[in-house]
């Protein structure tokens, strides 16, 4: 009996790991030809891109040769925006009327295909579904292909890095593109007063540093960056990523930490050549708190306003430093004098489109297109990722950044 029920034992526990064996093999084999379909997709695609440069020479608007040389210049959006298509109404009348925004009106902005041959400029959002099969099917001249975006490298859909001898500017947060579309710049005052009073920032505060979050994951690590300094002094995570929520506005929430904590971390969620967003803007507009900065731009950054991470061999010295500054109010202070001498700049979220205006109607501006999108988006912007057990930042290797497939498209 005790040896048939030994026998039964192994050979159920035999079948049982064939059973297991079979299904992950299973598995290993449904995931590498899901990977192989997207690479094949992205194959056809850069087909499709390469068939279509070769057709755009000969498909020509023929009845609207003499249009650039309309008063009004034409702005077409071929995408969207993200999901979203544009305003064009709302646009035109706050931009373009006599009493708009732009110190140039005569410039028009649509979304209708159907004005592509009437159109000087074709604007195409880097996340709004760019699709070689949803191209134009003609291109005059004089038109000009500006890409959009404000997004980093690797949130960028795969497809416009292979867009090569396709657009002829560029409206990013890069500082080289050809349009400004920064989250924010910065000035000197024209009238410094230096005799201004220095007054106490710190108010008792005891060590402690917030963050809002909503990219859970991260290219460059933060979030393991934030969980060694997290070792060395408290942080309250705020946002999607945290069962912590503020229903708030979020300049209701940055006034709430501040009560308590003197450090934000305005950690982006990419280490990219000129990547900065807002998180560092609203904690100087707060003007309660000292932003600790994780990126590759502090050049970019009002002088002696915040704290670079990357300046640290690790994050448990920065955390020291932290410490450190608390316990001298006059040094947390100083974090405070550019007050007295810079002042933050952010621009509209419109504004890009009053360059673009502007950049039509200059009979002088020089003609231009990007060989390789590729180069300049990915190669130039030098992306990098903190490693842990390194203590350092590496390079990211340009093909995983531009393995991206939108997943709104």
């Not at 490298?153 to 500017?169: D, E, Q």
């Not at 920032?201 to 933060?222: F, T």
């Not at 621009?347 to 990007?370: A, G, R």
């Amino acid at each position: 009996m005790s040896r048939y029920l030994t026998f039964f034992y192994f050979s159920r526990r035999s079948k049982i790991f064939s059973i297991c064996k079979y299904s992950l093999m299973f598995l290993l084999v449904l995931c590498v030809l899901t990977y192989i379909l997207l690479k094949i997709k992205l194959l056809i695609d850069y087909h499709y891109a390469h068939v279509f440069y070769q057709s755009q020479q000969s498909k020509i608007c023929q009845n609207n040769i003499s249009l650039n040389r309309n008063k009004t210049k034409q702005i077409l959006f071929w995408t969207k925006i993200f999901s979203s298509p544009i305003d064009s109404q709302y646009l035109n009348n706050y931009l373009f009327t006599s009493t708009g925004r732009c110190s140039i009106h005569q410039c028009k902005v649509s979304n209708n295909r159907k004005e592509l041959c009437d159109s000087d400029a074709v604007v195409f959002h880097a996340r709004g579904g760019i699709k070689m099969y949803d191209m134009p099917k003609a291109r005059l001249p004089y038109q000009r292909y500006v890409l959009l975006t404000k997004e980093p490298p690797y949130k960028t859909t795969a497809i416009v890095g292979h867009l090569n001898y396709f657009f002829n500017w560029t409206a990013t947060y890069r500082t080289d593109s050809d349009i400004d579309y920064r989250y924010f710049r910065w000035r000197r005052k024209d009238n410094v007063n230096t005799e201004i009073k220095q007054q106490s920032y710190l108010k008792n505060r005891q060590v402690r540093a917030a963050s809002m979050i909503s990219n859970c994951y991260s290219q460059n690590n933060r979030e393991n960056y934030l969980k060694r300094l997290s070792s060395i002094i408290p942080v309250t995570r705020i946002g999607f990523c945290s069962w912590n929520k503020c229903r708030k506005r979020r300049d209701e929430c940055l006034n709430e930490l501040a009560n308590t904590h003197p450090f934000f971390l305005a950690f982006e969620n990419s280490l990219c050549r000129d990547y900065a967003t807002e998180k560092y803007a609203n904690v100087i507009i707060n003007r309660r708190m000292i932003p600790v900065v994780f990126s590759k731009t502090s050049n970019l950054y009002i002088p002696n306003s915040f704290i670079d991470a990357n300046q640290f061999s690790s994050p448990e010295d920065l955390g020291q430093f932290l410490i450190n500054i608390v316990n001298n109010s006059t040094l947390y202070d100083s974090y405070f004098k550019w007050i007295n001498e810079y002042e933050l700049v952010i621009p509209d979220e419109n504004d890009y489109l009053c360059e673009l205006c502007k950049k039509l109607h200059n009979p002088i501006e020089p003609y231009k297109v990007y060989d390789s999108m590729k180069k300049w988006l990915y190669d130039d912007a030098k992306c990098q990722r903190w490693i842990s057990r390194l203590n350092k930042t590496i390079d990211i290797p340009v093909d995983e950044t531009m393995d991206y497939e939108d997943p709104l498209f």
